[in-house]
Every structure is written in C-alpha cells, then in structure tokens.
C-alpha cells in the first residue's frame, strides 16, 4: 500500500489552449480578406473559449502556443 504524499501539481489549466480549424467562409467578411484564398485556418482558444489567435497553419498555431509557454491541445 502506497502512502507517499506527493506535492499537487502545478495547475495547468490556466496554460491550455485549444487548437482548432476554421472555415474561412464561417468568418467576418475582414478576416476572411485576410486569409489570402484560404478555406481553412486555424484558431487558438483559452479554456474559457476566448478566441486568441488566427494564424495560417496548424503547426504554426503549436508553434505560437509553445512559444507564450502555453500548452496546446488539438480540438476536431
């Protein structure tokens, strides 16, 4: 029987965000202009769904995240 008391880990839910696909068409008509012919981008949120960021590309929204010391999570 263990009966090691450990430390709590460090609350990370505050470092997530979520990393997700959007359809270009789905957005206002400025961001779209500014997707340069895209049909998907995609978004970082926080955990509470604020949206934080549009970029171009999926490893670039990992990128972003790591970066701000964030710790991305992939959402379909």
């Known amino acids: ?26 957005l206002p008509e400025d961001l779209q202009e500014e997707a340069e012919g895209r049909d998907v981008i995609y978004a970082l949120h926080g955990a509470d769904g604020e949206r934080l960021a549009l970029v171009a590309e999926r490893d670039m929204a990992f990128m972003l995240a790591f970066q701000n010391d964030l710790a991305p999570v992939a959402v379909h």
């Open 1 to 26: 029987m263990m009966n090691t008391r450990y430390n709590p880990l460090p609350d990370a839910g505050a470092r997530t965000v979520y990393v997700r696909a959007v359809a270009v068409a789905d």
